[in-house]
């Protein structure tokens, strides 16, 4: 079992910038790839990046390349996820996850391929 908790989110005005962290315990954090998604009110929960083990690999959700970049500290068993010039409709909560541990030849990007998920961190952008 992999417990998760995000932090870092809040109220940032459009063009600004916010990291947020995910704290992973209860297993070798190393041995699982790490993936970040969002969820806005009335939508379905979406992919945003993931990382694979080592953090030599990740994947970004198209819309979102060159604003948000993910990396990991597995000496500090913890994954980040730096977002730059924020959009109004960044706007949502904000999970990290895990899939089963190992590595994927291809990082995954569909929520029901993720087993462990954190309670979330709200980002909140105003215009």
């Known amino acids: 079992q992999v417990q998760l908790v995000e932090s870092g989110g809040g109220l940032v005005q459009a063009g600004g910038s916010l990291r947020l962290s995910c704290a992973a315990s209860g297993r070798t954090f190393s041995n699982y790839v790490m993936g970040w998604f969002r969820q806005a009110p009335g939508k379905e929960r979406e992919f945003v990046a993931a990382?694979?083990?080592?953090?030599?690999?990740?994947s970004y959700a198209d819309s979102l390349k060159g604003r948000f970049t993910i990396s990991r500290d597995n000496a500090k068993n913890t994954v980040y996820l730096q977002m730059n010039s924020l959009k109004p409709e960044d706007t949502a909560v904000y999970f990290c996850?895990?899939?089963?541990?190992?590595?994927?030849?291809?990082?995954?990007?569909?929520?029901?391929?993720?087993?462990?998920w954190g309670q979330g961190t709200q980002v909140s952008v105003s215009s």
């Open positions: 990382i694979n083990l080592s953090g030599s690999t990740t």
């Open positions: 996850a895990a899939p089963v541990s190992g590595s994927y030849l291809f990082l995954p990007r569909e929520p029901k391929k993720y087993n462990y």
